[in-house]
């Protein structure tokens, strides 16, 4: 069965998670494909789908909403999770809540098997000036929250769902 693993980043740290998700799936004994979707990969030929995006500003990667929306017919006819990567995931005042993720589901009406917000990093290294200063000015934590054991453990447990 093959799991097509989309996603858009902007710093990295969604990549790294959409790699832990098909290193895990090839371990679960499913056959994933890795892309992203600033390539425009094609979802026709998977028989399921894990969909992540970074988030900005509250918001999913334009390219992915784009994305999404190009593909939208494709999508609807497999089992589809989704993901969302950022570094406010972490925030233990969220519930595990991510605005951006609840807004996209409102807005596309898509019906995944699940969705889970992976929390990210925030390296001033890895982003732009003018995003570093409002970062600052917002005394937003900076530093890696990735928990890949978690990302590993939440693909072990939406595998089977993904079968249909």
């Not at 090839?26 to 056959?31: H, I, P, T, V």
């Not at 890696?144 to 769902?161: N, T």
Request: hydrophobic letters at 45%.
């Amino acid at each position: 069965m093959t799991v097509l693993v989309a996603y858009a980043t902007h710093s990295g740290a969604t990549r790294t998670v959409a790699e832990t998700l098909v290193e895990t799936l090839r371990a679960e004994g499913l056959d994933p494909v890795l892309a992203d979707v600033a390539e425009d990969p094609d979802p026709a030929g998977h028989d399921a789908a894990i969909l992540g995006s970074a988030v900005r500003v509250e918001s999913f990667e334009k390219s992915f909403v784009t994305w999404v929306s190009r593909h939208r017919a494709r999508i609807d006819e497999v089992p589809v999770a989704l993901f969302s990567c950022s570094g406010s995931a972490a925030d233990p005042a969220k519930g595990g809540r991510q605005k951006a993720t609840d807004d996209f589901l409102e807005r596309t009406g898509i019906a995944p098997v699940a969705v889970k917000n992976f929390p990210g990093w925030v390296l001033m290294d890895r982003i732009p000036v003018h995003e570093q200063l409002l970062l600052k000015s917002m005394r937003t934590p900076t530093g890696d929250f990735r928990d890949l054991p978690a990302v590993a453990a939440w693909a072990r447990e939406i595998a089977p769902g993904l079968s249909g």
